[in-house]
């Protein structure tokens, strides 16, 4: 009996390692994406600053997705909305920072992490928004 507890959660273990490895193959891929279209970018702040102001953009993006949700809100949901971003800002900088430190002179790092986390943050939100009872 505990064999098979121990092989059913190593298996459970196996399955949501591989499934973390597809995610961040997928974030690898659109960041490249990111990449690719700053390549050719005549900028004088070149590749970086191409990708800096997308990653800008996506923040943008997920404070007029905010907006657009807490306008539909009882109050009580907007509290609970604002609180949630001020949380995840917070562990957007923290864990940035974490991960920044095993690379502290790519600033590529710092610009996948960011863009990384807000992109799930905005499906998280317009996921959520589906959900909500709206007065």
Do not use: W
């Not at 190593?10 to 891929?29: E, I, M, P």
């Not at 971003?85 to 710092?110: G, I, T």
């Amino acid at each position: 009996m505990k064999v098979a507890i121990v092989v059913a959660l190593l298996a459970g273990l196996a399955c949501t390692s591989a499934a973390q490895a597809v995610d961040r193959a997928a974030d690898a891929a659109d960041f490249r994406g990111y990449v690719d279209a700053c390549k050719d970018d005549t900028d004088e702040r070149g590749v970086e600053g191409c990708i800096a102001d997308q990653v800008d953009s996506q923040v943008s993006y997920l404070g007029d997705i905010l907006s657009e949700t807490a306008g539909g809100l009882t109050a009580e949901q907007r509290t609970l909305l604002e609180a949630s971003q001020r949380a995840f800002e917070a562990y957007r900088k923290s864990a940035c920072l974490y991960q920044v430190a095993a690379a502290p002179a790519d600033k590529r790092a710092e610009m996948f992490c960011v863009l990384r986390l807000t992109n799930q943050r905005i499906a998280d939100v317009l996921e959520g928004a589906d959900y909500l009872v709206h007065d």
